[in-house]
């Protein structure tokens, strides 16, 4: 009952109280009219709530910064600063009302507020009277001057920006004349939270007279709460990746990376190796033991988390340790399993894998709905007289595969993983919901035999001398992606152990770093937990924006082919159908190769599209968020963003196809009017702060005019032929 009594007050902000309850209706700020012998709880509570807020409001007929007043739930909005208040004690008005609150407060903060007599009530300057006063000349409108013998209100208007208006001023606008000394009334004693992270700033000027008139006192009180990020230290010190892509020579690994992996790479003309991949190989090569199964002196390693930017080459960086750490197993088993979000990029990844481990004995196998389940199955298990054997080292999987021979493959056996790489991991973290790693933790982590075991595989438990004294099998998790979540809770999720985040911070952030030489300060503190959350862009890509009406935006993308001449373009919209249309759109505009892309495309018609592109068959490829993230294609040299992304993150991995791997790029996103502020403020999240606007000349576009209005006239027809199945093969 107490919590619906308080919902009526919630929902009325003016302070009226209607409580319709058991046929009773009670409204206003009369609360004595309430007749006592109604139901006690609600009244009490009723009553006492009215107190609280008049007492509160009481408490904010202040002169507050820019003198905007609130009175009786009334928001006078603003009257200038307190030396346009010149108020004559004549204008002075005891107010019984002000009287009967004081009591109230007193009796309920047992706290002094300024005797009325101290105080200057600001009586009703009702807009009818300010009406009246402008009528009888007492207002001068250039300056809105209210004259009258005992009230002088200046509203200077000629601060730019300073809007000024004089409001209905209901009741009791009161303020001291002696001391001023209007205080915020504080019922609530402040909590030690608010002692120590609540800091009040107030800025008094005192009253002061000038001939018989008393100008009040100005002051304002600013709470500044103190919002301290308080992160477990592995997020708030994290290990730094530089963004500009600084090369290391792979000659200085030799020794720590095999000599065939070395070979390989200078076969795929990798001779330099990029900041994640400093980084993150010494790591995960040192703690290579000669029996793969443990870490190193028989700890169970730390698992590592890495936000690097797009074509940062972070794929390289967890398959080349992978790889490294395998190449002595004896028994084939699936010691490595590496889940991405959708098949493409499954694909992809088992490429970098099969290329890499050529020539070593380990399999890789590809479990993404490329072929059946009974066919993946075949690839995967073979039955012997003793039992199932594995036929893969390395998985490469989509949950849903993947799931699927958990549950339906028998022989598939995972309790001698040693690695488990989610890459897109940020996107990977939405699929635990289908609950996939639940089921691969289950099939890792159970207990080898019975009983007391001198190795086992028990989840992660917290560190601590009892716990190191029986040997584990190794099991790392290793998470990558451009846009990893770096919250705390969403992390939870993964059941980390002991984690290590290595993360790219924006360029300021890493220069004010460098510039303490490794020293720490507070303010390097600061700035470490305003990183979380904030993502980089590669360094060589180049943004651009272009600003126009909706219906101009195809023809914004006609400029840019036909009058920019960009070739080489993946452009992302954010549906199927809008995909589909612009493409229908560009094809009948001519002058482009053009393809579409989206998920409504067999696999196999995705891969061609992706290889026509790459060799320069395609120039144009239209696409959903289907080719936004992990898709390594080459040749992008511009992106365009035909609609506008929602999250940072869309816009980060869709800019991200383009400026790979150091190579320049460049990427456009075509805003209607009213998205610019949006796409801005979403851009401050990555840490940008400068925003460079494409200008075209509306001559440039009339030339497009007739070409596009021709396609659009076709447009319709041949929808319509679409959807009675008349479907044209591009
Ligand atoms: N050391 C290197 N030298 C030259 N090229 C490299 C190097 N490492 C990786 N690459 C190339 O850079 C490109 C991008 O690499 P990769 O796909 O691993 O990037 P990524 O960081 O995973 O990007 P995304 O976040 O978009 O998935 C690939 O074509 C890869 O072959």
């Not at 691969?440 to 075991?453: A, F, P």
Request: glycine share 4%; net charge positive; charged share 30%.
């Amino acid at each position: 009952m107490a919590e619906f009594v308080n919902l009526c007050f919630q929902l009325n902000p003016r302070n009226e109280i209607y409580l319709d309850l058991f046929s009773f209706r009670f409204k206003g700020d009369d609360i004595d009219e309430i007749p006592e012998d109604q139901p006690n709880i609600i009244l009490q509570k009723l009553k006492e709530n009215v107190r609280k807020r008049k007492s509160e409001k009481l408490n904010k007929l202040i002169v507050k910064d820019g003198l905007a007043i609130e009175v009786n739930g009334k928001v006078l909005k603003k009257v200038k600063r307190k030396k346009d208040l010149d108020h004559t004690q004549e204008s002075h008005v005891k107010s019984k009302k002000h009287k009967k609150y004081k009591e109230i407060v007193e009796k309920e903060s047992k706290s002094p507020i300024p005797d009325v007599d101290d105080t200057i009530n600001l009586k009703t300057i009702s807009k009818k009277k300010k009406k009246k006063l402008k009528e009888s000349g007492h207002v001068d409108s250039s300056k809105s001057v209210i004259k009258n013998k005992n009230v002088n209100i200046t509203n200077d208007k000629s601060k730019k920006g300073e809007s000024v208006e004089l409001c209905e001023v209901d009741d009791h606008f009161s303020a001291t004349n002696e001391d001023c000394s209007i205080k915020e009334v504080n019922n609530d004693e402040p909590s030690e939270y608010e002692r120590e992270n609540v800091s009040k700033t107030v800025i008094k000027e005192g009253p002061h007279t000038v001939g018989n008139f008393t100008v009040l006192g100005d002051y304002k009180v600013k709470k500044q709460v103190k919002v301290k990020h308080i992160l477990p230290d592995w997020l708030e010190e994290p290990g730094i990746i530089s963004n500009s892509l600084t090369q290391t020579p792979v000659e200085q690994f030799v020794g720590l990376l095999d000599e065939t992996l070395i070979n390989k790479l200078q076969e795929n003309n990798i001779t330099h190796f990029f900041p994640v991949q400093t980084q993150i190989l010494p790591l995960l090569l040192n703690q290579i033991t000669d029996n793969n199964c443990y870490g190193k002196d028989g700890y169970q390693p730390s698992d590592i988390c890495v936000s690097a930017p797009t074509g940062s080459g972070k794929t390289l960086a967890f398959a080349l340790p992978v790889i490294q750490t395998l190449l002595n197993r004896v028994v084939c088993r699936v010691r490595a399993l590496i889940v991405l979000p959708v098949r493409d990029l499954a694909l992809q990844v088992y490429k970098v894998f099969q290329t890499y481990c050529k020539g070593t004995g380990l399999r890789v196998i590809l479990l993404a709905g490329q072929t059946s389940l009974a066919e993946e199955q075949e690839s995967l298990v073979i039955e012997r007289l003793n039992g199932c054997c594995s036929l893969a080292d390395i998985v490469v999987a989509t949950p849903g595969r993947l799931v699927d021979h958990i549950n339906k493959t028998a022989g598939f056996d995972l309790s001698h993983l040693r690695f488990l790489v989610i890459d897109e991991a940020d996107r990977m973290m939405e699929d635990i919901k289908q609950d996939w790693l639940t089921q691969v933790e289950n099939s890792v982590l159970k207990l080898h035999g019975s009983g007391w075991n001198l190795v086992d595989r028990r989840p992660p438990i917290p560190l601590t001398v009892h716990n190191c004294s029986t040997i584990r099998i190794a099991f790392q998790k290793l998470l990558f992606s451009a846009t990893l979540s770096q919250d705390p809770e969403k992390l939870q999720q993964l059941n980390l152990f002991q984690p290590q985040l290595f993360t790219t911070i924006l360029e300021s952030k890493s220069k004010a770093t460098e510039n303490l030489n490794g020293t720490e300060n507070t303010e390097s503190q600061e700035e470490r937990g305003d990183f979380v959350g904030k993502y980089t862009t590669p360094a060589s890509l180049q943004e651009r924006h272009i600003e126009c009406q909706a219906f101009q935006k195809p023809l914004m993308v006609l400029h840019c082919i036909h009058n920019l001449n960009y070739r080489q373009i993946l452009c992302f919209t954010n549906s199927v159908e809008s995909t589909h249309r612009l493409f229908l759109l560009i094809k009948l505009c001519g002058g482009i190769k053009v393809r579409e892309f989206s998920s409504a495309l067999t696999g196999t018609v995705r891969q061609k599209i992706l290889n026509d592109f790459a060799s320069g068959d395609i120039n144009m490829t239209i696409c959903s968020d289907a080719m936004a993230r992990g898709m390594d294609i080459n040749n992008v040299e511009y992106v365009i963003l035909y609609d506008r992304p929602s999250h940072i993150q869309t816009y980060i991995h869709r800019v991200g196809r383009t400026a790979r791997a150091g190579k320049p790029g460049t990427a456009v996103t075509i805003l209607e009017q009213r998205e610019v502020c949006t796409y801005k403020t979403m851009l401050k999240e990555a840490g940008k702060e400068r925003f460079k606007k494409l200008k075209i000349k509306p001559n440039k576009l009339i030339s497009l005019k007739p070409m596009y209005d021709e396609a659009l006239e076709k447009l319709p027809a041949i929808i319509k032929a679409e959807k009675q199945g008349k479907k044209e093969d591009y």
